[in-house]
């Protein structure tokens, strides 16, 4: 499966009569996203705003962030099963990519677990969201909704927004394209003899309700592991359903960005043989825990792997989840490197995973989420800071008047995100 | 595989207890530690988990409320059951050390975490049914 990638380098939004993108920005129809998003019924209101980096803009409550593509060529459509038509699946052709320039959905969802952007101050060092320019669709629900409507509510209207300006992209030349391609199995492992061959066991999050991540518009906790290729996660064939602590939250974004993919594909045929994903989940009941982790490992086995990495999302269920695909991965005789963030307290003294294994002998930290900052107070809040002090990562009185605060980085989206996308690292010596 | 009049729901969660109390065996307990102690006593007394004790990701010193269901071990080794409790439990106290749980949420944050605490059982109860 072949994917070129163009990449439309986006350098500002600003609002217009018509949506289209000329010399690096996008103008945005500001009528047409809002009666797209005012579609559904479920939600009451919408109004959107511009963050850009450097503004003294804090964006809060944060549910999804999503980078616009569109098809261009090859089979299906972006998001699909959600957005776009389930079948045929992606992955190849040729799709667009509004780089630089993403859609924030903000709104209280369930509040505590949606976290913050910072635009700029120190919390932006953290926070990949805080140098790109945010289209920001800060959505309000008809009241009595269950949570639950609201999230789906809430989750289609950025995908939506997304798309629809992802289309905007559909004719324009891009500034760039890359090339991925994974070819089937024993074609790709014929194709670098030499090299070993590496896999990734994509961790998605499945707890249940507002815990969920969606393939191919399937609830992830409804399916067994499965084979995918690369290339049609890069398309849209997973998204982001869940209200996970901010920290470690795998955006829609993330799943198109993913940094394991990215660097496997960099290496490949250099130094590695990228042989594909080994998608599964993260259920609550535990014989589904036994049963994939099983799946997992006999898929390792069948495409003979000679290393795999493994990402989770989230803190706690998933540590077992990870060190359960750990152990059975490494028993079949496959070389396992994990990779996560770690909660070992303030001061790092204290374990930093609620799991642990004797076959996890490699991790690459994403670093610690309890570290604590000083966010300042901000000219600007794109949402609200009602739920500050109940977010995690925030405590009952660590808000000030003038609206600074104090909380640990988990409050912040994706600052110790557990799959590598930032920068934050911890260190053995 | 399993019956459900065999399982044995342990919850802090009035909703739980309230939606489940006529289909199963539910025991309530006041607080997320006695969900973990209870759990951990019974586990120890020839039961096995179905569920993961820190379920839903939600750090341990940030809901106040858990549910957990467990089933009688038979003939079955349950060391792993033993261990994983116990790892929970220290997990916990390592969390309140960190922060204790807030003593009070406002009443839509409360809801909230009884929501998702709910819907984790809500998720599995179709599983042993």
């Known amino acids: ?429 | 595989m399993w019956e459900i009049e065999k399982a044995i729901l342990i919850t802090n969660n009035d909703r739980v207890q309230e939606k489940y109390k006529d289909m199963m065996n539910v025991l309530y307990v006041e607080s997320y530690e006695e969900v973990l102690v209870k759990t951990r006593d019974m586990v120890y007394d020839r039961h096995v988990l179905l569920t993961h004790p820190q379920a839903s990701s939600l750090k341990p010193n940030q809901t106040p409320y858990r549910s957990v269901v467990i089933y009688p071990k038979g003939n079955d080794d349950n060391m792993k059951d033993i261990l994983l409790i116990e790892k929970c439990l220290e997990t916990y106290y390592q969390w309140q050390k960190i922060a204790p749980t807030p003593e009070k949420y406002e009443d839509r944050a409360e809801e909230d975490f009884k929501t998702i605490d709910l819907s984790v059982i809500d998720n599995i109860i179709p599983r042993i049914s």
């Open chain 1, 1 to 429: 499966m072949r994917l070129e990638l163009g990449k439309i380098e986006i350098k500002d939004i600003q609002f217009s009569d018509r949506t289209y993108i000329e010399e690096h920005i996008l103008y945005v129809n500001k009528e047409e996203v809002e009666a797209l998003v005012l579609e559904d019924d479920k939600l009451l209101e919408c109004h959107l705003d511009i963050a850009r980096p450097g503004d003294a803009t804090r964006i809060t409550p944060v549910k999804d962030v999503i980078e616009p593509r569109v098809k261009v060529s090859g089979n299906g459509e972006i998001f699909p099963g959600i957005i776009g038509k389930v079948s045929p699946t992606v992955g190849e052709g040729r799709t667009h990519a509004l780089n630089g320039c993403c859609v924030v959905t903000v709104g209280r969802i369930v509040g505590f677990q949606e976290g913050v952007i910072d635009m700029s101050g120190p919390a932006a060092d953290y926070c990949p969201f805080s140098k790109t320019v945010n289209l920001c669709v800060v959505i309000e629900p008809k009241e009595g909704l269950e949570t639950h409507v609201y999230e789906r509510a809430g989750r289609l209207a950025g995908l939506k927004v997304a798309a629809y300006l992802g289309n905007a992209g559909k004719e324009v030349e891009p500034d760039s394209i890359e090339t991925y391609e994974t070819k089937p199995v024993f074609q790709q492992a014929a194709e670098y003899p030499e090299l070993p061959k590496v896999g990734y066991v994509h961790m998605l999050q499945s707890q249940g309700l507002l815990h969920d991540t969606y393939y191919y518009g399937v609830d992830a906790k409804q399916f067994v592991p499965t084979f995918m290729y690369p290339t049609e996660i890069m398309d849209g064939a997973i998204v982001s359903g869940n209200c996970v602590a901010p920290c470690d939250k795998v955006t829609t974004y993330h799943h198109l960005h993913n940094p394991v993919i990215d660097e496997c594909y960099k290496r490949h045929g250099k130094e590695i043989n990228f042989m594909g994903v080994i998608l599964t989940n993260e259920n609550v009941f535990l014989a589904d825990k036994e049963r994939h982790s099983d799946m997992v490992a006999k898929l390792a086995e069948w495409m003979e792997l000679d290393g795999v990495l493994i990402t989770e999302e989230g803190y706690g269920n998933p540590d077992t989840d990870l060190m359960m695909n750990c152990r059975k991965v490494e028993r079949k005789g496959t070389k396992v490197v994990l990779i996560t963030d770690e909660f070992p307290g303030k001061d790092g003294k204290s374990q930093s995973l609620a799991d642990t294994c004797d076959e996890a002998t490699a991790l690459a930290s994403c670093g610690q989420g309890n570290m604590t900052l000083q966010f300042p107070a901000m000219e600007k809040v794109i949402g609200m800071q009602d739920y500050i002090e109940s977010q995690i990562g925030g405590w009952a009185g660590c808000m000030n008047e003038d609206g600074s605060f104090e909380a640990e980085i988990q409050i912040i989206i994706a600052s110790t995100i557990a799959n590598g996308f930032n920068t934050l690292a911890a260190r053995g010596y």
